[in-house]
């Protein structure tokens, strides 16, 4: 594993205690989470099984598993996993969702190969560069016509660089444009992430996925590290989500802004 990964690793194990608490108290990214539950379930129907990557402490995976889907959850972090067990028999999930702690380059272990799609919430595929393993790994389990549904942090983000623009900072104001990575704030803590366009997203998994559908995600919305907009402003905020879920799926304007939700297609081949 590279050393970037095991940072990685180590970063997520140490925020796990806290990350549930971080996660409700910030209307951003609550509003953001309920967007993308909103198309998974135009996509996902009870009785499917989804491969869930960087499920983290399950917030996802409890979801969905409430909509009588199954889930086979994995993530690097084994700390942000024990935090999914103990909801899965606080709950009474077993039947639902399972756990793995693999990384992504781990995902060609799991045996079944008849997952009807998988997901990827909030930018975990940001933490790396290198999908060839994943992709492969991902069209042998996913059956024909199955989808892949990611949520990962756009190359180009209005709001970032407008503020960092105000604050006199072009470095940071055009970071993402960094094809090396950038070492990101995560809490506390600083982590490896890549920043992709859809297009170059999608590249990546050619071989077995075709793009189906592409949606903004936070283009008028400030990012969720910008909350405190959102505690000055709520009115004019909640006025940006609105025009947000309006426009999220409009060309060219599902091309950017703080993340991109991207529906891949299993080809049949």
């Known amino acids: 594993m590279e050393d970037y990964l095991i940072h990685t690793k180590d970063s997520f194990n140490k925020i796990s205690d806290s990350f549930d608490e971080e996660d409700r108290e910030n209307a951003i990214l609550q509003w953001m989470r309920n967007t993308v539950y909103e198309i998974y379930l135009s996509y996902f129907k009870k009785g499917d099984k989804l491969l869930e990557l960087n499920a983290g402490t399950g ?49 060609g272990k799991i045996p079944e190969k008849d997952f009807d799609g998988a997901v990827s919430n909030f930018g975990g595929l940001n933490c790396t560069n290198n999908f060839d393993c994943l992709s492969e790994s991902l069209g042998e389990r ?37 094809k090396e990575g950038i070492e990101a704030g995560l809490s506390e803590f600083k982590i490896k992430s890549f920043y992709f366009s ?45 025009m947000d879920n309006f426009t999220k799926g409009i060309f060219p304007l599902n091309r950017i802004g703080d993340h991109f939700i991207i529906v891949l297609k299993r080809r049949n081949n």
């Open 198 to 242: 859809p297009g170059e997203f999608a590249d990546r998994f050619g071989k077995y996925f075709e793009t189906e559908k592409i949606y903004s995600h936070g283009l008028f919305t400030p990012p969720p590290y910008m909350f405190g907009i959102y505690n000055r402003a709520k009115p004019v905020v909640k006025s940006f989500m609105k």
């Open 59 to 107: 917030i996802d995976a409890v979801y969905l598993a409430s909509k009588g889907i199954k889930v086979l959850a994995t993530d690097i972090s084994d700390e942000m996993l024990g935090k999914l067990k103990c909801k899965i028999e606080k709950r009474n999930l077993e039947e639902l969702i399972s756990v793995e702690n693999f990384s992504f380059n781990e995902i």
């Open 142 to 178: 996913i059956k024909p016509g199955g989808k892949f549904i990611a949520v990962v942090m756009n190359s180009f983000c209005p709001w970032e660089i407008f503020y960092y623009l105000l604050k006199l900072d072009p470095a940071n104001a055009f970071r993402r444009f960094n």
